[in-house]
């Protein structure tokens, strides 16, 4: 593993900026999450919103991405593409996964919405993802973690509901750059992982799904799915290890 950067003070203050713009921005996205809505007028606003607040909207382009955001429904884990095709419908759960780029800085952050009335399953899935992610972003805080307690602490909320945590995707340091040392697994994993130290900036991501944790890539070369047609879902923050535990760098002002 690469060195993992120490950000100044300066440096957190303008990801907590640009981190900020996207959680309210992501606010204000999944209130349109209602059945009728295409997923590329969600996008459209996003990208509106961001430009509106002096914000660029970091996933357009990122290597030949094609949208402002993602948006996954269902059985997608991530990085659903916006189109004008897909519309939202009772019953679906949602997430968007908002980066917004501020005075150079990056803010990374998703959340996942449920249109109408979803299933039980459906309920419970998009509840036990969320906490997996906050139970991660807890042991992040522990004295002495390493960033390998991290995917530890997930696993062990999945495994009690006889959920799977997907492997193929992970989080990441961020800043400057959208993807920075380290990668952060959200796995159970043994591997003898750096101490997280005052300064480390990172995404906690977890993917979490009801069946087997495969994935697969559609053809448009950036939709993944689950490989047995599962449901999955996805909650994001960008946080950073203070001397007192954590912080979390993407929350509306």
Known sequence: MAKIKVKSAKEIELIRDAGALA??????????????????EIDEFIGDYTRQHKGISACMGYHGYPRYACISINEVVCHGIPNAQTILKDGDIVNIDITTIL??????????FCVGKVSSLAQELVDTAKFCMEEGIRAAGEPGARFSDIGCAIQDIADEHDFSVVEDYCGHGIGRGFHEEPTVLHFRNSERTPYIEVG????VEPMINVGRPGTKTLKDGWTAVTRDGSLSAQWEHTIVRTKNGIEILTLPR
């Open 23 to 40: 959680a309210e921005t992501l606010i204000r996205a999944g209130e349109m999450c209602k059945p009728g809505v295409s997923t590329l």
């Open 200 to 203: 480390n900036v990172f995404t």
């Open 103 to 112: 005075s150079g800085y990056h803010g990374d952050t998703s959340a996942m």
